[in-house]
């Protein structure tokens, strides 16, 4: 196991990680803090230390999303356009952390989604429950990069608010890449000519 003493940032495990989008590695971290053990997952591909700044993608897990699909929100989708576009560049990182619900919790989100259905939007429904509109820390991410030795970034977000989150941890932002997917066209896109190229490809054989 390797850590940084600094921060309680432990590296738990890496493996090799084959997805439909191309080959990653795989890692799994925790931080301890004294509020108890923060986790996250990190998948990298290509040199993640070369000198350009690296495309990065910092996500919330949304299981509704993620896992369920649902059209509460694009999550997925996002998710998705962002594991094709650090394929496409052949060189990034996403962090895949516990914020649910930005950062209420899978059980808060549902009863937030149960206010919705009777007309609040989402920072309503996160107030009338006792929470701010967005709970979300990102010192995690912040040390997962120290921890790769990465100091500049292309941020793959919507959100300019995270740019200053990162930049207070030591972060520069280099460029924020826009992350807006309609639906999952991008990502098919990009898998349909992948599979395109590798039929080529085993036609010589």
Known sequence: MAANPASMLQKIAEADFPTRFGRFRIYGFDCRNGAGTDEAVVLTMGDVKAKDPLLVRIHSECLTGDVFHSLRCDC???????????????????????????????????RAYELQDGGADTIEANERLGFEADLRDYELPSQVLHYFGIGRVRLL????????ALENHGIEVAERVACQPQTTETAERYLRTKKERMGHFLEGF
């Open 157 to 164: 977000s919507n959100n300019p608010e995270k740019i200053q």
């Open 76 to 110: 997925r989708a996002q998710l998705e356009l962002s594991l094709a576009m650090i394929a496409d560049e052949g060189r990034g990182m996403i962090i895949y952390e516990h914020q649910e619900g930005r950062g209420i919790g899978l059980l808060n989100k549902l």
